[in-house]
């Protein structure tokens, strides 16, 4: 089984950034996509980005030019880079990770933008 551990979300004013972190059990090299979505409330979840294994990446139009995914396969982990945040940005953030088979999700890290 593997372990995907969320952190780095928080409150944070309009205008503001934070970097998320997805730590992951075992060697993100054997996933051939990782990638973070977000479940606003009373919203269904939707991709925010998503990065693949030869760092090929792709955006929701509405993070594009803010959001920057990014990968460390020597920490195993992958971060969100989040700036000008806006407060319909707000929602808990999920780490994902793909195999041909499954999928693996975290618990989740709650972003809220508000002043």
């Known amino acids: 089984q593997v372990q995907l551990v969320e952190s780095g979300g928080g409150l944070v004013q309009p205008g503001g950034s934070l970097r998320l972190s997805c730590a992951a059990s075992?060697?993100?090299?054997?996933?051939?996509?990782m990638g973070w979505y977000r479940q606003a409330p009373g919203q269904q979840r939707e991709l925010v980005a998503v990065i693949t294994g030869g760092d090929s990446t792709n955006y929701a139009d509405s993070v594009k030019e803010r959001f920057t995914i990014s990968r460390d396969n020597a920490k195993n982990t992958v971060y969100l880079q989040m700036l000008s945040l806006k407060p319909e940005d707000t929602a808990v953030y999920y780490c994902n990770a793909r195999t041909a088979r499954n999928a693996y999700w975290g618990q989740g890290t709650w972003v809220t933008v508000s002043s």
């Open positions: 075992r060697s993100i090299s054997s996933f051939y996509a």
